[in-house]
């Protein structure tokens, strides 16, 4: 029984090896043919995770950019709660992954769905990571008009004055 056990498990093991190197292997492959942006949502659209992709940039930086890698993320449309929370285990900056998101805005913003959340963070200041806030910066503040005060009559002679 232990025996059967233990040749399950190193299936599953050989399987989960086999299909890392596989998807590693296309992203590679996409990256040297198409460039950074294909590469990542070619892997998103596999099923790869923001931490897989991540992580395998990272350990691969003789190889690949990390702020390529996360503007590839977020112009694949890759959900910036997941790309923000592997960034933070990975430990890239806030000022990385800011940097990242002004990039990927103005170069392929057509494609984005940016929500109020992308705009602003609402106040709350309370959000792990980068506020959103970080990233685009706050209306100028509208003057209050001036205020017009209502036109004075001009105050006629009395007849009755003593």
């Known amino acids: 029984m232990r025996t059967i056990l233990c040749m399950m498990a190193l299936f599953f093991l050989l399987t989960a090896g086999a299909a890392q190197a596989a998807w590693t292997d296309d992203f590679i492959r996409d990256y040297e043919a198409f460039g950074m942006d294909i590469a990542v949502k070619d892997a998103l659209n596999n099923e790869v995770t923001p931490d897989e992709i991540l992580t395998f940039i990272i350990s691969s930086s003789e190889k690949f950019e ?6 590839g993320l977020y112009c694949a449309g890759a ?5 923000r929370e592997a960034a933070n285990k990975l430990g890239i900056t806030v000022q990385d992954l800011s940097v990242a998101l002004e990039e990927s805005i103005a170069e392929c913003g057509d494609k984005l769905t940016l929500n109020d959340r992308d705009l602003f963070d609402g106040g709350s ?21 001036e205020l017009l005060e209502p036109p004075t009559r001009p105050q006629s002679a009395s007849p009755s004055a003593p």
């Open 66 to 71: 990390t702020k390529k890698g996360l503007k």
């Open 79 to 83: 959900d910036r709660d997941a790309v």
């Open 125 to 145: 200041g309370q959000e792990p990571g980068m506020s959103d806030r970080d990233v685009i910066p706050s209306p100028e503040p509208v003057p209050e008009p």
